[in-house]
């Protein structure tokens, strides 16, 4: 069974850190792009970053609200992707969801919630 | 960035209705468009990638369609379980783009 399990979540205070990880298990990881997608309360989703595959050079995207604060990275042997969140503000408060993103997101993880709160 | 609209913002069905929905790129995205429905507490969940391909084990009541801007989502047949909300996502560039949602709820 292909599977997404992400972990790390957490209260942190306004400008902190938190680092999230997830864990593939089930498909190709290496091989894949990969995507942080994130959830406040109460809205739709909205796309973070990604990481390509090592094959494709391994660059990210970020969306603009987070561009210069968080960091995607993956380690492939460990069948893991991270998402390094630094300066973090009230607005980061939300769900994230790491998901597998061949073009579509086709697989999603159950998600960890990020509240970020004095 | 590419906004994504959609159409409407909520709406109210019985089982057995026939549902669409309908989504709008800002600009042409040819088909690079993809439907989620997501229930309470948990993530979304992927139903057509490419605007009309079913994904795998997706029940064949759903459908979509369109190219370029404008693009639907069609339930032929609601069930239960298809009571949720639905966003259409743009795939064709970076930054990935949802549109805003349609609920779907019991009439």
């Known amino acids: 069974e292909m599977q997404l399990v992400e972990s790390g979540g957490g209260l942190v205070k306004p400008g902190g850190s938190l680092r999230l990880s997830c864990a593939a298990s089930?498909?190709?990881?290496?091989?894949?792009?990969m995507s942080w997608v994130r959830q406040a309360p109460g809205k739709g989703p909205e796309w973070v970053g990604r990481?390509?595959?090592?094959?494709?050079?391994?660059?990210?995207d970020y969306a603009a609200p987070v561009q210069g604060r968080f960091t995607i990275s993956r380690d492939d042997s460990k069948k893991t992707l991270f998402l390094q969140m630094n300066s973090l503000k009230s607005d980061d408060t939300a769900v994230y969801y790491c998901?597998?993103?061949?073009?579509?997101?086709?697989?999603w993880g159950q998600g960890t919630m990020v509240t970020v709160s004095s | 960035d590419i906004q994504m609209t959609q159409s409407p913002s909520s709406l109210s069905a019985s089982v057995g209705d026939k549902v669409t929905i309908t989504c709008r790129a800002s600009q042409n995205i040819d088909i690079h468009l993809n439907w989620y429905h997501q229930k309470p507490g948990k993530a979304p969940s992927l139903l057509i990638y490419?605007?009309?391909r079913l994904q795998s084990g997706v029940p064949s009541r759903f459908s979509g369609s369109g190219s370029g801007t404008d693009f639907s989502l069609t339930i032929s047949s609601l069930q239960p379980e298809d009571f949720a909300t639905y966003y259409c996502?743009?795939?064709?560039?970076?930054?990935?783009?949802f549109g805003p949602g349609t609920k779907v709820d019991f009439k």
């Open positions: 998901a597998r993103d061949p073009d579509e997101f086709d697989i």
């Open positions: 490419a605007a009309s």
């Open positions: 089930g498909f190709s990881f290496g091989n894949a792009w």
């Open positions: 990481i390509k595959s090592r094959v494709d050079g391994e660059t990210t």
């Open positions: 996502q743009q795939s064709y560039t970076v930054p990935r783009t």
